[in-house]
T-cell receptor, first 112, second 112 residues
Framework: DAGVIQSPRHEVTEMGQEVTLRCKPI?????LFWYRQTMMRGLELLIY????????DSGMPEDRFSAKMPNASFSTLKIQPSEPRDSAVYFC??????????FGDGTRLSIL | QKEVEQNSGPLSVPEGAIASLNCTYS??????FFWYRQYSGKSPELIMF????GDKEDGRFTAQLNKASQYVSLLIRDSQPSDSATYLC????????????FGKGTHLIIQP
């Protein structure tokens, strides 16, 4: 079975540019999560969706961050405009009802 | 605000010995508890999950939960060098597909 698929694996861009991270959850999973991992703050939940509907976006750091899930097999996390402090590894995870979450390989984002 | 605390380590254990990893959490209403293993540069990988007080064993791994003390632990028996990694404790409020609150992880080193 294919796991959670994230793209790109690495992204390097200049401050002020728009960044779009993509995630394909495991087929049949009805919940999707976006996390960010940094050395200072560890792994933090940004937002999650149940059945394509955003449930809790309280972890989104500011209005520059937005996330969408237009269908059950695709989600995006967008940062516009990007800033150097957004540099981190961004993980997407998915789960089926009441089962543990499974993580994608992550996107390593560097904002110069 | 939900908090999950772990000793950052490093925790150094001789090969073949038992490694004991500990975690405390602040939200008394937490229902589900997870241990993830993360190798450097990789994504978190689920090792164990536990929902009820007591012990749960899976191969060389045992998860222990004490809700009264708000304490979760992971025991690794017959430690192998391949067990060297960062171990993340995660807590879920339960009631369905909620996002996880992670500790910052314990860095475990198994000495050959």
């Amino acid at each position: 079975d294919a796991g959670v698929i994230q793209s790109p694996r690495h992204e390097v861009t200049e401050m002020g540019q728009e960044v779009t991270l993509r995630c394909k959850p495991i087929s049949g999973h009805n919940s999707l999560f976006w996390y960010r991992q940094t050395m200072m703050r560890g792994l933090e939940l940004l937002i999650y969706f149940n059945n394509n509907v955003p449930i809790d976006d309280s972890g989104m750091p500011e209005d520059r961050f937005s996330a969408k899930m237009p269908n059950a097999s695709f989600s995006t996390l967008k940062i516009q405009p990007s800033e150097p402090r957004d540099s981190a590894v961004y993980f997407c995870a998915s789960m089926d009802s009441n089962q543990p979450q499974h993580f994608g390989d992550g996107t390593r984002l560097s904002i110069l | 605000q939900k908090e999950v605390e772990q000793n950052s380590g490093p925790l150094s254990v001789p090969e073949g010995a038992i490694a004991s990893l500990n975690c405390t959490y602040s939200d008394r209403g937490s229902q589900s508890f997870f241990w993830y293993r993360q190798y450097s540069g990789k994504s978190p990988e689920l090792i164990m999950f536990i929902y009820s007080n007591g012990d749960k064993e899976d191969g060389r791994f045992t998860a222990q939960l004490n809700k009264a003390s708000q304490y979760v632990s992971l025991l690794i028996r017959d430690s192998q060098p391949s067990d060297s990694a960062t171990y993340l404790c995660a807590v879920n409020g339960g009631g369905g597909a909620d996002g996880l609150t992670f500790g910052k992880g314990t860095h475990l080193i198994i000495q050959p």
